[in-house]
């Protein structure tokens, strides 16, 4: 059954970091470009990050550039997100995305699997 489950959420204070990670299980992550999608409690999900499925480009959400890095470690199966200089409004749940095309995804509906996301808070 193909899986995609995160990690590495959790409490920080403004200005801190945390790398979320995003493991394939059941299939190869290196046959699909992966993002990072976000949901803040009465927001709309947003598109934060996405890497294609060669590694060789990628896009950020413009309140993310600067701040946030996405890559992919193919032989480990697993993509991460390191977040920087994090705000309390980066606040929300991240969810791991994958879709079965290998470039880079904006919308969030293009994707075509989804984790079951993990919470990143950031208050003092």
């Known amino acids: 059954q193909l899986q995609l489950v995160e990690s590495g959420g959790g409490l920080v204070q403004p200005g801190g970091s945390l790398r979320l990670s995003c493991a394939g299980s059941?299939?190869?992550?290196?046959?699909?470009?992966i993002g990072w999608v976000r949901q803040a409690p009465g927001k709309e999900r947003e598109g934060v990050s996405c890497?294609?499925?060669?590694?060789?480009?990628?896009n950020y959400a413009a309140a993310v550039k600067g701040r946030f890095t996405i890559s992919r470690d193919n032989a480990k199966n697993t993509v991460y997100l390191q977040m920087n200089s994090l705000k309390p409004e980066d606040t929300a749940i991240y969810y791991c995305?994958?879709?079965?095309?290998?470039?880079?995804?904006?919308?969030?509906?293009?994707?075509?699997?989804w984790g079951q996301g993990t919470q990143v808070t950031v208050s003092s």
């Open positions: 995305a994958a879709s079965v095309s290998r470039t880079v995804v904006v919308d969030p509906d293009e994707y075509d699997y």
């Open positions: 059941g299939f190869t992550l290196d046959n699909y470009a």
């Open positions: 890497i294609s499925a060669s590694g060789g480009s990628a």
